[in-house]
């Protein structure tokens, strides 16, 4: 039998302050030998057991990071050990080489219903089997490198989760509260001055907006959108988003115009959500349009699919289009933008990444889609179509 190695073990199936743990499964002594030698060389430690009562019960206690298990010993075989280590909700999981004789299909296929990774015929040269082993190792590693880097994203996103929800709770009701008492000064004309009294209408449409993010917020949390139905006013719709922006996009020198084709149209969806996706769209384009440049937005009738991929799905409703001049978005972010918490490569630009991901949700929710795409001479284009509810 070879000497113990001088290495020291580490391999990727396992940390680095212990040694690999290789069990073995079999009766024969030449084998045992050859692959205690083999393992010993490569700086790891083999446990060995010689038959399947006592292979069931080192394999829960001693936890390997491999198991080879011989198929024929005299007291059962090496399938039903590996098969019942796979059964037991409690048992680590690790590589499973079979190292047996039967070498017919049938037997193949057998090894690998009950829960093996590898299946290796005798005679076989123990380079290959440290090869495959070493292989099996690696992947192990990988394995549970991902699945902590998993472990990992799922805290942050529940940690992140929890804050957002904390906040926006915290938030909602003195903005409210906010809102609320402009609304009265507003109303009564307690502010005499006509400039101040704009620009107390632009705090209001501010407050409004925020609490439109907020209401956004909440739903994205909550992962659905109640919707409420009803017959839309497009001229309405236009005339809130454009009082709600008018002073924002005055104040950075970027103009907004409404191309409203779809009047006369009727088309039942929710126009509250269908205001939230458009104040978040505005938002955006003004985030990103250079003074001097112009957001258009366009509504028309939707009779006929029109995504890049020509694919239907749709029915005839509502279409708008959301064109900014800026800076653009890379063909490899057009879709990563709606995702929760994604954020532009105009890192310089602010934003939470939430908003966009709120757009598709809702459109989803009004059994449509939302997409973007260049426009032309520059900048984006976002596209949301949305069915009528109702015939």
């Not at 990727?12 to 290789?22: I, Q, T």
């Not at 030698?37 to 700086?43: L, R, Y």
């Not at 799922?154 to 904390?166: A, C, G, K, P, T």
């Not at 909440?218 to 009803?230: E, F, M």
Request: hydrophobic residues 45%.
């Amino acid at each position: 039998m070879a000497p113990n190695s001088s290495g020291s073990g580490a391999a990727p199936g396992a940390s680095a302050e212990r040694k690999v743990l290789v069990f073995l499964l079999e009766d024969d002594t030449a084998v045992i030998d050859l692959v205690q030698d083999a393992v010993e060389m490569q700086g790891w430690q083999l446990l060995h057991r010689s038959s399947c009562a006592d292979a069931a019960a080192t394999l829960r206690s001693a936890r390997p990071d491999i198991a080879l298990l011989d198929v024929n010993l005299p007291d059962g075989e090496g399938f039903s050990v590996c098969e019942s280590l796979r059964k037991d909700p409690a048992a680590v999981p690790m590589p499973v080489i079979f190292l047996t004789s039967r070498g017919d299909p049938t037997s193949r296929l057998k090894g690998f219903m009950v829960g093996g990774q590898d299946y290796v015929t005798k005679p076989f040269l123990i380079q290959e089997l440290v090869a495959r082993i070493q292989a099996h190792l690696a992947i192990q590693a990988r394995e549970a490198a991902l699945s902590q880097e998993l472990l990992k994203t799922r805290l942050h996103e529940r940690v992140r989760q929890d804050i957002m929800d904390m906040v926006v709770h915290d938030l909602s009701a003195p903005l409210s509260t906010v809102k609320m008492t402009l609304d009265i000064i507003h109303s009564r004309g307690l502010i005499k001055d006509p400039s101040y009294a704009r620009y107390l209408k632009s705090a209001e449409n501010s407050i409004e907006f925020a609490l439109v993010m907020i209401a956004g917020l909440l739903d994205l949390g909550a992962g659905t959108v109640k919707i409420d139905a009803t017959e839309l006013d497009l001229n309405a719709l236009s005339q809130r988003l454009a009082k709600m922006f008018g002073l924002q996009y005055e104040i950075k020198k970027v103009g907004l115009e409404f191309d409203l084709l779809a009047e006369g149209v009727r088309v039942v969806s929710d126009q509250t959500l269908l205001f939230r996706v458009l104040v978040n769209l505005l938002a955006n384009a003004l985030k990103f349009s250079p003074p001097g440049a112009k957001v258009v937005v366009r509504v028309s009738k939707r009779t006929a699919p029109s995504r890049p991929d020509g694919r239907d799905g749709t029915p005839a409703g509502l279409r708008v289009e959301v064109a900014d001049a800026g800076p653009g978005i890379p063909t490899a972010e057009k879709d990563a933008i709606f995702r929760k918490y994604h954020r532009a490569t105009e890192a310089h630009v602010p934003g939470s990444g939430i908003g966009l991901a709120f757009c598709r949700m809702a459109c989803e929710s009004l059994q449509g889609r939302i997409w973007a795409e260049d426009a032309q001479p520059r900048g984006s284009r976002f596209i949301l179509e949305v069915p009528s509810l109702l015939p």
